[in-house]
């Protein structure tokens, strides 16, 4: 009978845990991270008899609970991809927005200045066209200011946002640390203090919204942290520092750091997912390379406008200088050099520049190697000892490395060829007399003339122009412009070097000794060698005159027909050859002092046409005219887009990886809801089962309750039997 | 599957956001009137938005060009039309002087109408623009182009160039014509040469001003007339400067007889004297100015002499053709004009049309269809509706209501 009550009282006590376990699980239902708990009851250990084991009664074992890393583990993944493409997301969003809006993108103000241009075409002479232009000229740099400022206010945002996502993970990582602490002054008795559990899984998720961790549990309970490729961020109770530092390479840019003995290691590149990983992400893959893109536009616009502008005359008949201050690619220098050499970079050929940022670094010797960040390609340069040295054509700059006797292996150099374009852009014309509407040159059709041939109107030549020059001899070249077709000078003496060679306003040096068949070309101001070449001719980088046309483009040229009047003689300073005697076809092109005409119909024995200054030509708009044609040539991207094809681009690539990351984010939501719900399913609380327990408990209380009853009557019937 | 009540909570309370989202979207769109809110939404779109945009911001610049165009052609239309009408009543003054019943009185006072004329088709030639700018100077529209200088000679300080509009992405139209074209680029005589009298001539010979027969070989001929004694018959030869002989001298003359040499009909009437030559030499450019000065200068030459009336005839009779020159230069160029007008009129259409087209494209493109966006947020009101009902069904279900 004692043995019964004895029983009893243990499945009284039994049916209380459970029943404090229910009220524990009911009271902490919405407690997110909460998982819910159960007494495991088993059987006390059976007595022998005689008679054979008679059972004890119950026993709560443990108090364990309902729990499954692997769900554990799902949805912390799924919580840091999902916290990545938001956070991406969120930002992406914001640039989308101002690129392409009506209202605040460069295409309408791009319009809006090709139209004053237009407008200026139509009227040469107003000076009101032409204030109106220069107004269009300062809405489009200060629209492209504008978002040049709005995009790096934004990068601001993202260093303060990593500033304070650091700041977040150093506090969890504390938390977690003194978790581990009080679970190991807890002791380890082998049970588990499942609400500590929990509450340290729930910290550790909340660090995976932040950054993607990996974590190990020791055999003493305590959990390590590791973020990057293995950087300890809790190991026990100890929890590490992250520090944000400016980066070396950039100093605008704040980057996450580890806290190695005193010095903070950059650890930005290791660090993915989470909202640091979007962060990360959405600055490399985004905002660079927008704003690199905007100044891609703007430094295009503003190059390929002052060349045109440039082989322009103004209303005072000067020469047209630059329109726009054109910005000039940034080099930084990194922070930890110990190097002295320098490095300039310049724009060489805007067609070919990319929206990508550039690393220099120095490997010893005379070499050098260039990455473009984009894709990691890169080339080597070797300086062949020489300083200051200056490279070829890369990607649309050239490099100046000047004093790498003093380089240090390992010197890091970041080279931002577009960056500042968008911001650095201005406006160089301010007098509206300035705007270069005309072009300086006129031809006239000498009245005398008896024959019915007529000169056209004449075109500028422009440096730009795609120029070969052929050897036909080892000592004699022929010169052709490719881009008009005309030739500029035939049979040319080459003395063996170096020798200058001057067309169009630029001038290139021959030297060595090139083979008959040889060709070297200019174009866009960038010289080749003809890729067939056999001797060992070289040329020289191209300088253009600081007018950006041939100096002798307005001298006074007379073009007269011999007798018989099927060739013509070239009088007045003349850059091409030969100048007598040359073979008149009616329609070719003729070309001299940087300008070409055409001369067509039959002129007769003595008619001369004149090429020369135009001197008060107010009304002339041909220069204005293809100004205005600009905003539809392809100029930038190799000759494949025009300004507004290239900004079109920018807001395409934006709208597409925004769109990208939006569909992500919905992606990785329904992705992390259903890991929740599939860690919810096992370990969540559902009150109805709980209520159902509450039953159940409550039942097993009360028959317990019973049988204490029935061991009293029992025991108050042998007391009243012995009492009787 | 066990569901947490946390969940299930949780659940409902999602699917009522997620209705929200949509409805907010729709309202948005509905507000704006716009289907793209964003260029994410549609990047594709987007860009092509831009480049619409583009293009209607230049059609509709180039519909202003046009403006432009059609006002500077209009003005040069009309300037040109009041040199046709100038020249065509100087060429009648120039028959009727000719015809030779007239006084010497009668002289005077055409000589006083045509000087008035030349000054007005001066005039008409340094017209200007609403701007100021002279119309007919090229590039240099702030110079005056035509003057008369201190010698009779005319003067052209403006030049060949001409201006250009553009009117659509890929055309350009001139809206000007410039002095040279005008007044100056014209050929005298028959357009390949012209036959002139020796002022010493002392007979009454008229020489023809002549059409090419066949090819003319250009030269300087000189057509001699000789007779040597009153009552031997006239005879004549003719000489190049480099020719040579081409006509043996001693051919003998007939009055109106085609004379005949190297690509040259013309002929003599009247009475040559002996001595008395003329030249035929080629074409070369002459201003209309200086052809209507030489009209009043050969009404200056008095006529009350047989050599008198054959030196104004000759003159005259140059004069006519070479106004004829001038008016032929005159109205091509009025034909020109107004080919452009045409064209421009015909690209003005076209850019309308455009335009249109690309609105069209554009509002197809980034503008919502009203209709299908309203009953889509009707769908979704109702979706929301039913995702709250729901929610608050099953939140009210719960075994703790059943336990008392």
Redesign the interface.
Known sequence: MSDSLSIAVSGLIAARQSLSTVSHNIAN??REGYS?QRVELGTRPPELTGAGYFGTGVLSQDITRVYNQFLVNNVRDGTTSFNQFDTFFDF??QI??I??D?QV?V??V???F??AV??V??????VAARTALLGEAGSMISRFDFIYQRLTDIGQSINTEIKSVTTEINGIASAIGNLNKQMLLAGNNGKQANDLLDQRDLLVQDLSKLVAVRTFEQADGSLDVFVGNGQPLVVGPLSQVLTTVNSADDPTRLEIAFVQGNTPIEISSLLSGGKIGGLLDYRNQLLEPAINGLGRVAIGLADSFNDQHKLGQDLNGSLGTSFFKVASPQVLVNANNTGTATIAASIVNVDDLTNSDYALTYNGGNAYTLTRLSDNTTTAISTGGASPFVTQEIDGFSLTITGTAGAVVGDRYLIQPTRAGARDISALITDPEDIAA?API????T????GDGVIS?GTVNSPNNQVTITFTAPAVFDVVDNTTGATLATGLAYGGGPQNVSFNGWTVTLNGAPNAGDTFSIDQVVTTLGSGNGGSGTISAATVSAAGSDPDLRDPVTITFNNPPTTYTVTGSTTGSPTAGITYTAGQPISFNGWTVDISGTP?VGDTFTIGP?????????NA?IL??L??TRTLGNGTASY??T???L??N???R??QA?INTESQRVLL?QA??AR??????????E??N??KFQQLFQANAQVIAVANSLFQEIIAAVRG | ???????FQ??GV?AILDQQAKVSKTQLQLSTGRRLL???????A??R???L??AL??GE?FQ??II?AESRLGITEGKIDGVINLLQRVREMALQANSGFLSTTDRDNISQEIRERAAELLGLANSTNV?G?YIF???????QPFSQTAAGTFN?AG????????IS?NR?IAV?ESG?DVF??IRNGNGTFTTNYNTANSGSGVIDPGSVNGSFI?DTYTITFSQPTPTSPITYGVTGATSGVVVAPGTAYVDGADILFNGVRTNVTGTPANGDSFTVV????QDMFTTVENFVSALAIGTTTSNGAAASNNQINRVIIDLDRALDNVVKTQARVGARQNAIANQKSLNDEQILDTREVLSDTQDLDIAEAASRLSRQLVSLQAAQQVFIKVQNL???NF?S
């Open positions: 239902s919405t819910r992406a969003a989308d927005n690129l392409a009506p993108g295409v309408p791009l319009d809006d090709f139209d237009q407008a075409a139509d009227d040469p002479t107003s005309a006129r031809t006239v059709n009245f005398a003339n008896i109107a007769a135009n001197t008060n030509g107010v009304s002339d708009n041909r005219l205005a044609g905003q539809n507004s094809d900004y079109g681009e807001v395409a934006v709208g597409t925004t769109r939006e809801n929740i719900t919810e399913a096992v370990s969540g609380v559902n009150l109805d089962e209520a159902a509450l039953l | 599957m066990r569901i947490s009540t946390n969940q949780i659940l999602n964003q260029p994410s939404d549609d990047p594709v987007a860009t938005v831009l480049s945009t583009e911001t230049q610049q202003k060009n432009y701007n700018e100077a090229g590039f240099q529209g702030q110079t052209y030049d060949e160039g001409q201006r250009f509009l553009q992405e350009q000007t040279t100056r680029q250009s080629p074409s070369t450019n719960s075994l703790f336990l």
